[in-house]
Protein backbone atom coordinates (compact mmCIF):
# COMPACT_ATOMS: atom_id res chain seq x y z
CA UNK A 1 0.00 0.00 0.00
CA UNK A 2 0.84 3.45 -0.69
CA UNK A 3 2.05 5.81 2.53
CA UNK A 4 3.10 9.44 2.45
CA UNK A 5 5.70 9.15 4.93
CA UNK A 6 6.14 12.76 5.16
CA UNK A 7 2.63 13.52 5.79
CA UNK A 8 2.74 10.38 8.44
CA UNK A 9 5.33 11.29 10.19
CA UNK A 10 4.08 14.90 10.52
CA UNK A 11 0.80 13.74 12.05
CA UNK A 12 2.19 10.79 14.45
CA UNK A 13 4.59 13.69 15.44
CA UNK A 14 2.00 16.17 16.30
CA UNK A 15 -0.27 13.38 18.11
CA UNK A 16 3.09 12.19 20.30
CA UNK A 17 3.38 15.87 21.37
CA UNK A 18 -0.63 16.38 22.20
CA UNK A 19 -0.65 12.85 24.14
CA UNK A 20 -1.90 10.99 22.22
CA UNK A 21 0.39 8.32 21.78
CA UNK A 22 -2.00 5.38 20.82
CA UNK A 23 -2.51 7.01 17.83
CA UNK A 24 0.97 8.20 17.30
CA UNK A 25 2.58 4.51 17.49
CA UNK A 26 -0.27 3.74 15.08
CA UNK A 27 1.16 5.72 12.74
CA UNK A 28 4.76 5.13 13.73
CA UNK A 29 4.26 1.76 12.81
CA UNK A 30 2.55 2.12 9.96
CA UNK A 31 5.38 3.83 8.51
CA UNK A 32 7.70 1.02 9.67
CA UNK A 33 5.49 -1.41 7.01
CA UNK A 34 6.85 0.10 4.40
CA UNK A 35 10.64 1.94 5.67
CA UNK A 36 11.58 -0.30 8.37
CA UNK A 37 14.98 0.40 8.74
CA UNK A 38 13.49 4.75 9.20
CA UNK A 39 15.69 5.34 12.30
CA UNK A 40 13.79 8.46 12.98
CA UNK A 41 10.75 6.80 13.31
CA UNK A 42 12.48 4.11 15.61
CA UNK A 43 14.19 6.77 18.17
CA UNK A 44 10.34 8.32 18.05
CA UNK A 45 8.84 5.42 18.93
CA UNK A 46 11.46 4.69 21.62
CA UNK A 47 10.77 8.28 22.74
CA UNK A 48 7.27 7.64 22.99
CA UNK A 49 7.70 4.33 25.26
CA UNK A 50 9.42 6.04 27.24
CA UNK A 51 7.42 8.49 27.55
CA UNK A 52 5.27 6.01 29.06
CA UNK A 53 7.99 4.65 31.18
CA UNK A 54 7.97 1.34 29.05
CA UNK A 55 11.59 1.79 29.30
CA UNK A 56 13.03 -1.99 28.19
CA UNK A 57 10.52 -1.57 24.88
CA UNK A 58 11.88 2.54 24.58
CA UNK A 59 15.52 0.58 24.39
CA UNK A 60 14.90 -1.77 21.60
CA UNK A 61 13.25 0.51 19.29
CA UNK A 62 16.43 3.47 20.16
CA UNK A 63 18.96 0.35 19.35
CA UNK A 64 17.83 -0.85 16.56
CA UNK A 65 17.51 3.10 15.25
CA UNK A 66 21.70 3.47 16.65
CA UNK A 67 22.07 0.19 14.49
CA UNK A 68 21.50 1.94 11.45
CA UNK A 69 22.67 5.70 12.18
CA UNK A 70 24.59 5.69 15.20
CA UNK A 71 24.43 9.42 16.08
CA UNK A 72 25.02 11.49 19.06
CA UNK A 73 21.26 12.38 19.56
CA UNK A 74 20.35 8.80 19.21
CA UNK A 75 22.71 7.73 22.18
CA UNK A 76 21.89 10.27 24.15
CA UNK A 77 18.28 9.62 23.80
CA UNK A 78 19.04 6.21 24.52
CA UNK A 79 20.96 7.85 28.03
CA UNK A 80 17.61 9.58 28.92
CA UNK A 81 15.74 5.85 28.57
CA UNK A 82 18.47 3.93 30.45
CA UNK A 83 18.69 6.56 33.58
CA UNK A 84 14.72 6.71 33.31
CA UNK A 85 15.09 2.75 34.38
CA UNK A 86 17.74 3.22 36.75
CA UNK A 87 20.04 1.56 34.93
CA UNK A 88 23.16 4.61 35.49
CA UNK A 89 26.03 2.52 34.09
CA UNK A 90 24.48 2.14 30.76
CA UNK A 91 23.01 5.63 30.67
CA UNK A 92 26.86 7.07 31.65
CA UNK A 93 27.83 5.29 28.36
CA UNK A 94 25.30 6.11 26.09
CA UNK A 95 25.72 9.93 27.60
CA UNK A 96 29.89 8.82 26.49
CA UNK A 97 29.48 7.42 23.33
CA UNK A 98 27.08 11.01 22.04
CA UNK A 99 29.75 13.18 23.42
CA UNK A 100 32.30 11.34 21.73
CA UNK A 101 30.49 11.97 18.46
CA UNK A 102 29.45 15.47 19.47
CA UNK A 103 31.67 16.94 22.18
CA UNK A 104 30.01 20.30 22.69
CA UNK A 105 26.36 19.52 23.25
CA UNK A 106 24.57 20.73 26.65
CA UNK A 107 21.96 18.85 26.74
CA UNK A 108 24.50 15.90 27.07
CA UNK A 109 26.74 16.76 29.52
CA UNK A 110 23.58 18.03 31.48
CA UNK A 111 22.33 15.05 31.71
CA UNK A 112 25.38 13.11 31.89
CA UNK A 113 26.10 15.03 35.21
CA UNK A 114 22.51 14.57 36.08
CA UNK A 115 23.24 10.50 36.30
CA UNK A 116 26.51 11.09 38.16
CA UNK A 117 24.53 13.08 40.31
CA UNK A 118 22.09 10.14 41.06
CA UNK A 119 25.02 7.53 40.98
CA UNK A 120 26.47 9.86 43.86
CA UNK A 121 29.59 10.06 41.74
CA UNK A 122 30.19 13.71 42.81
CA UNK A 123 33.47 14.59 41.79
CA UNK A 124 32.14 13.58 38.16
CA UNK A 125 28.67 15.34 38.22
CA UNK A 126 30.78 18.04 39.23
CA UNK A 127 33.38 18.20 36.24
CA UNK A 128 30.06 17.23 34.35
CA UNK A 129 28.06 20.38 35.50
CA UNK A 130 31.42 22.41 35.08
CA UNK A 131 31.63 21.34 31.41
CA UNK A 132 28.05 22.08 30.57
CA UNK A 133 28.44 25.88 31.75
CA UNK A 134 31.22 26.26 29.78
CA UNK A 135 28.75 25.33 26.85
CA UNK A 136 25.96 27.87 27.88
CA UNK A 137 27.11 30.14 31.48
CA UNK A 138 23.79 31.47 31.22
CA UNK A 139 21.85 28.29 32.08
CA UNK A 140 22.23 29.14 36.17
CA UNK A 141 20.03 26.33 37.50
CA UNK A 142 23.32 24.25 37.76
CA UNK A 143 24.76 25.89 40.18
CA UNK A 144 21.69 24.74 42.30
CA UNK A 145 22.39 21.26 41.21
CA UNK A 146 26.37 21.87 42.40
CA UNK A 147 25.03 23.06 45.88
CA UNK A 148 22.86 19.99 46.37
CA UNK A 149 26.02 18.01 45.92
CA UNK A 150 28.32 20.35 47.61
CA UNK A 151 25.58 19.89 50.37
CA UNK A 152 26.01 16.04 49.70
CA UNK A 153 29.78 16.20 50.53
CA UNK A 154 29.13 18.51 53.88
CA UNK A 155 30.69 21.59 52.12
CA UNK A 156 28.38 23.40 53.10
CA UNK A 157 30.72 27.00 52.24
CA UNK A 158 31.29 25.66 48.72
CA UNK A 159 27.22 25.14 48.28
CA UNK A 160 26.51 28.87 49.90
CA UNK A 161 28.62 30.06 46.99
CA UNK A 162 26.50 28.03 44.44
CA UNK A 163 23.40 28.60 45.27
CA UNK A 164 24.01 32.25 45.49
CA UNK A 165 24.88 31.47 41.79
CA UNK A 166 21.53 30.28 41.54
CA UNK A 167 19.57 33.02 42.88
CA UNK A 168 21.59 35.81 40.74
CA UNK A 169 20.21 33.82 37.89
CA UNK A 170 16.80 33.81 39.35
CA UNK A 171 16.48 36.02 42.18
CA UNK A 172 13.00 34.83 42.67
CA UNK A 173 13.71 31.03 43.05
CA UNK A 174 12.18 30.14 46.43
CA UNK A 175 14.22 26.58 46.91
CA UNK A 176 16.50 28.31 46.09
CA UNK A 177 16.83 31.07 48.55
CA UNK A 178 15.48 27.76 51.25
CA UNK A 179 18.84 25.56 50.45
CA UNK A 180 20.98 28.73 50.80
CA UNK A 181 19.64 29.72 54.41
CA UNK A 182 20.17 26.23 55.40
CA UNK A 183 23.67 26.03 53.63
CA UNK A 184 24.28 29.33 55.99
CA UNK A 185 22.23 27.97 59.16
CA UNK A 186 24.34 25.01 58.54
CA UNK A 187 27.40 26.75 59.31
CA UNK A 188 25.83 29.19 62.24
CA UNK A 189 25.92 31.93 59.57
CA UNK A 190 22.28 32.50 61.27
CA UNK A 191 21.87 36.62 60.23
CA UNK A 192 22.58 35.88 56.08
CA UNK A 193 20.65 32.33 57.09
CA UNK A 194 17.39 33.66 58.76
CA UNK A 195 17.11 36.08 55.99
CA UNK A 196 16.87 34.11 53.51
CA UNK A 197 14.81 31.19 55.21
CA UNK A 198 11.92 33.55 55.04
CA UNK A 199 11.48 32.99 51.37
CA UNK A 200 11.02 29.24 51.89
CA UNK A 201 8.21 27.67 50.13
CA UNK A 202 7.16 26.20 53.68
CA UNK A 203 6.24 29.46 55.03
CA UNK A 204 3.90 30.18 51.71
CA UNK A 205 2.57 26.71 52.25
CA UNK A 206 1.87 27.45 56.41
CA UNK A 207 -0.02 30.90 55.71
CA UNK A 208 -2.30 29.30 52.74
CA UNK A 209 -3.19 26.52 55.30
CA UNK A 210 -4.70 29.28 57.42
CA UNK A 211 -6.27 31.20 54.17
CA UNK A 212 -8.22 27.99 54.27
CA UNK A 213 -9.43 27.43 57.24
CA UNK A 214 -9.33 31.41 58.34
CA UNK A 215 -9.85 32.88 55.09
CA UNK A 216 -11.57 36.28 55.62
CA UNK A 217 -9.62 36.72 59.21
CA UNK A 218 -6.08 36.12 57.88
CA UNK A 219 -6.06 37.92 54.59
CA UNK A 220 -7.94 41.22 56.31
CA UNK A 221 -5.05 40.97 58.66
CA UNK A 222 -1.33 41.66 58.25
CA UNK A 223 1.58 39.36 57.96
CA UNK A 224 3.86 40.69 60.92
CA UNK A 225 7.22 41.86 59.05
CA UNK A 226 8.95 42.60 62.30
CA UNK A 227 7.55 46.28 63.19
CA UNK A 228 6.45 47.44 66.32
CA UNK A 229 3.41 45.48 68.04
CA UNK A 230 3.22 46.36 71.20
CA UNK A 231 -0.65 46.49 71.48
CA UNK A 232 -1.07 44.47 69.35
CA UNK A 233 -2.23 40.68 69.25
CA UNK A 234 -0.13 38.78 67.45
CA UNK A 235 -1.65 35.01 65.90
CA UNK A 236 1.15 32.31 65.10
CA UNK A 237 0.65 28.71 63.59
CA UNK A 238 2.62 25.59 63.33
CA UNK A 239 4.76 25.24 60.30
CA UNK A 240 6.44 21.91 59.31
CA UNK A 241 6.73 18.92 61.43
CA UNK A 242 6.39 18.32 65.18
CA UNK A 243 10.13 18.66 66.01
CA UNK A 244 9.95 22.24 64.36
CA UNK A 245 7.32 23.41 65.91
CA UNK A 246 9.09 22.27 69.21
CA UNK A 247 11.95 23.76 68.50
CA UNK A 248 10.97 27.04 67.58
CA UNK A 249 8.25 27.08 70.68
CA UNK A 250 11.30 28.17 72.37
CA UNK A 251 11.15 32.02 71.33
CA UNK A 252 7.33 32.29 72.43
CA UNK A 253 8.27 33.42 76.24
CA UNK A 254 10.34 36.28 74.58
CA UNK A 255 6.99 37.64 72.86
CA UNK A 256 6.22 38.82 76.56
CA UNK A 257 7.78 42.40 75.81
CA UNK A 258 7.04 42.45 72.31
CA UNK A 259 3.13 42.31 71.85
CA UNK A 260 0.43 42.79 74.29
CA UNK A 261 -0.94 39.07 73.64
CA UNK A 262 -0.16 36.08 71.96
CA UNK A 263 -2.30 33.39 69.92
CA UNK A 264 -0.76 29.82 69.54
CA UNK A 265 -1.95 27.26 67.20
CA UNK A 266 0.46 24.00 67.47
CA UNK A 267 -0.56 20.60 65.94
CA UNK A 268 -3.34 19.02 67.30
CA UNK A 269 -0.72 16.82 68.86
CA UNK A 270 0.90 18.98 70.79
CA UNK A 271 -1.78 21.27 72.39
CA UNK A 272 -2.35 19.66 75.60
CA UNK A 273 1.87 19.92 75.75
CA UNK A 274 1.87 23.55 75.86
CA UNK A 275 -1.14 24.53 77.67
CA UNK A 276 0.86 22.08 80.69
CA UNK A 277 4.32 24.49 79.21
CA UNK A 278 2.80 27.93 78.81
CA UNK A 279 -0.67 28.35 80.88
CA UNK A 280 -0.06 32.37 80.00
CA UNK A 281 -0.18 31.75 76.62
CA UNK A 282 -3.40 31.35 74.34
CA UNK A 283 -3.40 27.64 73.28
CA UNK A 284 -5.28 27.79 69.59
CA UNK A 285 -7.61 24.51 69.08
CA UNK A 286 -8.12 23.18 65.71
CA UNK A 287 -12.13 22.62 66.43
CA UNK A 288 -11.74 26.74 67.64
CA UNK A 289 -14.63 28.39 65.56
CA UNK A 290 -13.23 31.23 63.27
CA UNK A 291 -15.56 34.32 65.31
CA UNK A 292 -13.18 33.51 68.13
CA UNK A 293 -9.90 34.37 66.15
CA UNK A 294 -9.33 37.75 67.03
CA UNK A 295 -5.99 39.52 66.50
CA UNK A 296 -4.02 41.78 64.55
CA UNK A 297 -0.80 40.36 62.96
CA UNK A 298 0.20 36.94 62.10
CA UNK A 299 2.87 34.74 61.64
CA UNK A 300 4.41 30.27 61.10
CA UNK A 301 6.47 29.84 64.18
CA UNK A 302 9.40 29.53 62.07
CA UNK A 303 9.99 33.08 61.43
CA UNK A 304 10.08 34.10 65.17
CA UNK A 305 14.07 34.19 65.40
CA UNK A 306 14.30 35.94 61.74
CA UNK A 307 11.32 38.89 63.45
CA UNK A 308 13.18 38.91 67.10
CA UNK A 309 16.56 39.21 65.06
CA UNK A 310 17.92 36.76 67.22
CA UNK A 311 21.31 36.16 65.17
CA UNK A 312 23.56 35.18 67.49
CA UNK A 313 24.94 31.25 68.15
CA UNK A 314 23.62 31.65 71.64
CA UNK A 315 20.07 30.15 71.29
CA UNK A 316 17.92 30.91 74.21
CA UNK A 317 16.64 28.20 76.48
CA UNK A 318 19.24 25.89 75.33
CA UNK A 319 18.50 23.94 78.86
CA UNK A 320 15.12 22.96 78.16
CA UNK A 321 11.83 25.39 77.57
CA UNK A 322 8.52 23.08 78.19
CA UNK A 323 7.30 21.25 81.23
CA UNK A 324 5.83 18.01 81.39
CA UNK A 325 1.96 17.12 83.29
CA UNK A 326 3.25 16.35 87.05
CA UNK A 327 -0.01 14.33 87.89
CA UNK A 328 1.23 12.45 84.20
CA UNK A 329 4.64 11.91 85.37
CA UNK A 330 3.72 10.18 88.44
CA UNK A 331 1.33 8.20 86.41
CA UNK A 332 3.79 7.14 84.56
CA UNK A 333 5.98 6.28 87.08
CA UNK A 334 3.88 4.48 89.36
CA UNK A 335 2.60 1.87 85.99
CA UNK A 336 5.89 1.74 84.00
CA UNK A 337 8.74 2.77 86.05
CA UNK A 338 8.92 1.12 89.74
CA UNK A 339 12.64 -0.82 89.19
CA UNK A 340 16.10 -0.03 90.14
CA UNK A 341 17.72 -0.16 86.47
CA UNK A 342 18.57 2.49 84.38
CA UNK A 343 15.57 3.31 82.18
CA UNK A 344 16.52 3.79 78.47
CA UNK A 345 13.82 4.62 75.44
CA UNK A 346 14.40 3.94 72.26
CA UNK A 347 13.14 5.22 68.68
CA UNK A 348 14.44 4.41 65.51
CA UNK A 349 12.08 5.92 63.22
CA UNK A 350 10.31 9.04 62.54
CA UNK A 351 8.09 10.24 59.26
CA UNK A 352 9.30 8.32 56.93
CA UNK A 353 7.78 9.91 53.70
CA UNK A 354 10.17 12.59 54.57
CA UNK A 355 13.73 11.05 54.73
CA UNK A 356 14.70 7.32 55.18
CA UNK A 357 18.12 7.90 55.64
CA UNK A 358 16.95 9.22 59.30
CA UNK A 359 15.34 5.48 59.94
CA UNK A 360 17.29 3.16 62.12
CA UNK A 361 16.67 -0.76 62.20
CA UNK A 362 16.13 -1.74 65.39
CA UNK A 363 18.23 -4.76 64.79
CA UNK A 364 20.95 -2.28 65.30
CA UNK A 365 20.16 -1.55 68.93
CA UNK A 366 20.73 -5.49 69.36
CA UNK A 367 24.18 -5.45 70.87
CA UNK A 368 23.01 -2.39 73.59
CA UNK A 369 19.90 -5.01 74.67
CA UNK A 370 23.07 -7.84 76.20
CA UNK A 371 24.34 -5.00 78.51
CA UNK A 372 23.15 -5.88 82.03
CA UNK A 373 21.06 -3.85 84.54
CA UNK A 374 19.19 -1.77 82.08
CA UNK A 375 15.63 -1.63 81.14
CA UNK A 376 14.70 -0.68 77.63
CA UNK A 377 11.37 1.37 76.85
CA UNK A 378 10.31 1.74 72.96
CA UNK A 379 9.20 5.50 72.81
CA UNK A 380 7.91 4.29 69.06
CA UNK A 381 4.26 5.36 68.56
CA UNK A 382 2.32 2.89 67.31
CA UNK A 383 -0.53 4.32 65.24
CA UNK A 384 -3.63 3.19 65.14
CA UNK A 385 -4.71 -0.15 63.33
CA UNK A 386 -0.44 0.15 63.31
CA UNK A 387 0.81 -3.51 64.58
CA UNK A 388 3.91 -2.95 66.52
CA UNK A 389 7.37 -4.78 65.45
CA UNK A 390 7.43 -8.48 66.83
CA UNK A 391 11.05 -7.92 67.41
CA UNK A 392 9.69 -5.90 70.22
CA UNK A 393 8.95 -9.16 71.92
CA UNK A 394 11.85 -10.72 71.27
CA UNK A 395 14.19 -8.34 72.80
CA UNK A 396 11.63 -7.91 75.75
CA UNK A 397 11.14 -4.26 74.99
CA UNK A 398 8.46 -2.64 76.61
CA UNK A 399 6.27 -0.77 74.34
CA UNK A 400 5.82 2.37 76.09
CA UNK A 401 4.90 3.80 72.65
CA UNK A 402 1.37 2.19 73.03
CA UNK A 403 0.37 4.71 75.78
CA UNK A 404 0.73 7.83 74.08
CA UNK A 405 -2.69 9.38 73.23
CA UNK A 406 -0.55 12.92 71.84
CA UNK A 407 2.72 14.71 73.31
CA UNK A 408 1.89 15.30 76.48
CA UNK A 409 2.11 11.65 77.42
CA UNK A 410 5.17 11.11 75.65
CA UNK A 411 6.69 14.51 77.77
CA UNK A 412 5.85 12.75 80.83
CA UNK A 413 7.29 9.15 79.77
CA UNK A 414 10.36 10.74 78.86
CA UNK A 415 10.26 12.32 81.98
CA UNK A 416 10.87 9.11 83.93
CA UNK A 417 13.81 7.90 81.76
CA UNK A 418 17.57 8.03 82.47
CA UNK A 419 18.04 8.53 79.09
CA UNK A 420 16.79 8.34 75.48
CA UNK A 421 18.21 7.24 72.37
CA UNK A 422 16.92 7.79 68.84
CA UNK A 423 16.79 9.22 65.85
CA UNK A 424 16.96 12.42 64.12
CA UNK A 425 12.73 12.74 65.14
CA UNK A 426 10.65 14.72 67.24
CA UNK A 427 11.28 13.05 70.40
CA UNK A 428 14.61 14.30 70.26
CA UNK A 429 13.30 17.90 70.38
CA UNK A 430 11.10 16.73 73.01
CA UNK A 431 13.56 15.40 74.96
CA UNK A 432 16.20 18.27 74.23
CA UNK A 433 13.13 20.55 74.85
CA UNK A 434 11.91 19.00 78.51
CA UNK A 435 15.97 19.10 79.48
CA UNK A 436 16.45 15.23 79.23
CA UNK A 437 19.73 13.51 78.62
CA UNK A 438 19.41 12.64 74.78
CA UNK A 439 21.50 10.65 72.33
CA UNK A 440 20.55 11.75 68.56
CA UNK A 441 21.76 9.47 66.09
CA UNK A 442 22.57 11.37 62.36
CA UNK A 443 22.92 9.82 59.21
CA UNK A 444 26.09 10.78 56.89
CA UNK A 445 23.51 13.85 55.39
CA UNK A 446 22.08 15.24 58.31
CA UNK A 447 19.55 18.36 58.70
CA UNK A 448 20.94 21.83 58.66
CA UNK A 449 19.95 22.76 62.69
CA UNK A 450 22.84 20.08 63.98
CA UNK A 451 25.39 22.46 62.01
CA UNK A 452 28.72 21.36 60.97
CA UNK A 453 30.62 21.31 64.68
CA UNK A 454 28.64 18.09 66.17
CA UNK A 455 30.84 18.11 69.09
CA UNK A 456 27.30 19.68 71.01
CA UNK A 457 23.65 20.98 69.97
CA UNK A 458 23.38 24.75 70.39
CA UNK A 459 20.20 24.38 70.59
CA UNK A 460 19.30 21.61 73.35
CA UNK A 461 22.51 21.30 75.97
CA UNK A 462 21.11 18.19 76.85
CA UNK A 463 21.75 16.04 73.39
CA UNK A 464 24.71 14.84 72.51
CA UNK A 465 25.08 14.17 68.43
CA UNK A 466 26.65 10.74 66.66
CA UNK A 467 26.68 10.64 63.11
CA UNK A 468 27.86 7.85 60.39
CA UNK A 469 31.11 7.44 58.75
CA UNK A 470 29.17 6.50 55.53
CA UNK A 471 25.77 6.30 54.23
CA UNK A 472 23.38 3.61 55.64
CA UNK A 473 26.06 2.40 57.59
CA UNK A 474 25.14 2.61 61.86
CA UNK A 475 27.82 -0.11 62.44
CA UNK A 476 30.56 2.71 63.51
CA UNK A 477 27.62 4.67 65.15
CA UNK A 478 26.42 1.64 67.71
CA UNK A 479 29.91 0.64 68.39
CA UNK A 480 30.28 4.17 69.54
CA UNK A 481 27.22 4.27 72.11
CA UNK A 482 27.71 0.63 73.13
CA UNK A 483 30.89 1.95 74.74
CA UNK A 484 29.61 5.37 75.65
CA UNK A 485 26.40 3.13 77.61
CA UNK A 486 28.59 0.56 79.31
CA UNK A 487 30.08 3.38 81.27
CA UNK A 488 26.79 5.40 81.61
CA UNK A 489 25.90 6.58 84.73
CA UNK A 490 22.37 8.33 85.87
Known sequence: MFIDVKLQLNLAFQLQQSGQFVEAERHYLE??????NNSNVLN???????????????AVYIKKAIEIKPCAYFYETLGKVQFGAGDFDEAIKSYKKSIELEPEVFDTWFNLASVFKKDKQFQNAI??????????????????????IYEELNDSPSAIINYKKALDGNPEDSEASYFLATS????????????????????LLSIFSQMKRYNEIITSKRLWEGESIKDKTLYIYSEAGLGDTIMFARYLPLLKNVCAKVLFKPQVSLQSLFKDSYPDLEIIESKTPDSALKFDVHTPIMSLPYLLHLNSEKIPFDEGFLKANPEKVNEYKQKYFNNDKLKIGIKWQGNTS??????????????????????????????????????????EI????????????TAAALENLDLIICNDTSVAHLAGALGKPCWVLLPSLYNWRWHTDIS?????????????????????????????LASFKK
Not at 31 to 36: A, S
Not at 184 to 203: Q, S
Not at 474 to 480: G, I, K, R
Open 354 to 395: IDQSRILPLQSFKKLFELPNIKFYSVQKTEIGEVPETSLYDY
Open 31 to 36: ILTVEP
Open 44 to 58: LLGILKYQNKQYSEA
Open 127 to 148: EAYQKALTINPKFTDIYFNLGN
Open 398 to 409: FDLGATFGDFSD
Open 184 to 203: YLKVKNFEEGWKYFEKRPGK
Open 456 to 484: YSPWYKSLKLFKQNEPGNWDSVFAEIYEK
